[in-house]
């Protein structure tokens, strides 16, 4: 579904991410492990293409992603970073309608899609005119999910989605992941420092270091290695 072809990252003299390679298919959850410094978020950046790579490319369902126009490549990825972003002046409905509205769809269409979403990250229909301040920071994570989301996309970036919670929220919110991607089938690549969320969440495990893919493997594999 999503296919990593010799992409390179260079700053200056620092490479980033060296010459990876990676395949994963659709349905799966990669959970991308390894040290501060490995290149973690920028080859979700770099995927995202928030950035472009200087070699190598990135496929997403067969089309490469360079050639896609932006408005494209946002419906088909979704993105979720740590401190969430939600737009503070906005109420949750209207941060989770960000994209549907780019996308130019009908006030009716967007109601119904906000109301499902609502449902599908497990937050009552009432929290959709609130503001971000008058959420806990799980409902907010959750309200960062369902607006990411919104457009049914293919493919999930998430990057430490659940750094900033407390352990018990945070178990309660990768179960409502795990929940999500049965139900929507979306191919989720999830940036963490936390080895047991890694094993917990992840189909594949892929280990960066110094911005090379060291290892890619599922969790029984990863732990049967000497
Ligand atoms: P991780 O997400 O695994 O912690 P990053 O992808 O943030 O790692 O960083 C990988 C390397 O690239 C680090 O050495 C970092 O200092 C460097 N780097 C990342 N972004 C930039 C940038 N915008 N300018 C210069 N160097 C950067
Ligand atoms: P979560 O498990 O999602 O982090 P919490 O246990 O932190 O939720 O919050 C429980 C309840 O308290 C929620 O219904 C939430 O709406 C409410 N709440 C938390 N923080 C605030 C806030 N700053 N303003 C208003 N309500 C809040």
Same mark, same amino acid.
């Given at each position: 579904?999503?296919?990593?072809?010799?992409?390179?990252?260079?700053?200056?003299?620092?490479?980033?991410?060296?010459?990876?390679?990676?395949?994963?298919?659709?349905?799966?959850?990669?959970?991308?492990?390894?040290?501060?410094?490995?290149?973690?978020?920028?080859?979700?950046?770099?995927?995202?293409?928030l950035? !472009?790579?200087?070699?190598?490319?990135?496929?997403?369902?067969?089309?490469?992603?360079?050639?896609?126009?932006?408005?494209?490549?946002?419906?088909?990825?979704?993105?979720?970073?740590?401190?969430?972003?939600?737009?503070?002046?906005?109420?949750?409905?209207?941060?989770?309608?960000?994209?549907?509205?780019?996308?130019?769809?009908?006030?009716?269409?967007? !109601?119904?899609? +906000?109301?499902?979403?609502?449902?599908?990250?497990?937050?009552?229909?009432?929290?959709?005119?609130?503001? *971000?301040?008058?959420?806990?920071?799980?409902?907010?994570?959750?309200?960062?999910?369902?607006?990411?989301?919104?457009?049914?996309? !293919?493919?999930?970036?998430?990057?430490?989605?659940?750094?900033?919670?407390? *352990?018990?929220?945070?178990?309660?919110?990768?179960?409502?992941?795990? !929940? +999500?991607?049965?139900?929507?089938?979306?191919? +989720?690549?999830?940036?963490?420092?936390?080895?047991?969320e890694a094993?917990?969440?992840?189909?594949? +495990?892929?280990?960066?270091?110094?911005?090379?893919?060291?290892?890619?493997?599922?969790?029984?594999?990863?732990?049967?290695? *000497?």
């Open positions: 579904m999503i296919r990593l072809d010799h992409l390179t990252k260079r700053y200056g003299a620092t490479v980033a991410v060296d010459d990876v390679s990676l395949d994963i298919p659709a349905g799966a959850i990669c959970a991308l492990v390894g040290p501060s410094g490995a290149g973690k978020s920028t080859l979700l950046r770099l995927i995202n293409r950035i !472009e790579p200087d070699g190598g490319c990135v496929q997403i369902g067969g089309a490469e992603a360079g050639t896609l126009p932006v408005v494209a490549l946002r419906r088909r990825i979704g993105y979720v970073i740590q401190s969430v972003g939600l737009f503070p002046h906005w109420s949750v409905a209207r941060n989770i309608a960000t994209v549907p509205r780019l996308l130019g769809w009908e006030t009716a269409r967007i !109601e119904r899609r +906000i109301d499902q979403l609502l449902d599908l990250v497990g937050l009552p229909p009432s929290l959709a005119t609130r503001y *971000p301040h008058e959420l806990s920071g799980g409902q907010q994570q959750r309200v960062g999910v369902a607006r990411a989301l919104a457009a049914e996309p !293919e493919l999930l970036l998430m990057d430490e989605p659940f750094g900033a919670v407390d *352990p018990v929220t945070r178990r309660t919110l990768q179960d409502a992941l795990l !929940e +999500i991607q049965a139900r929507t089938g979306t191919t +989720i690549i999830l940036v963490t420092h936390d080895v047991d094993v917990r969440l992840g189909t594949v +495990i892929a280990f960066l270091s110094h911005g090379r893919l060291v290892q890619a493997a599922s969790p029984a594999e990863m732990l049967r290695a *000497p």
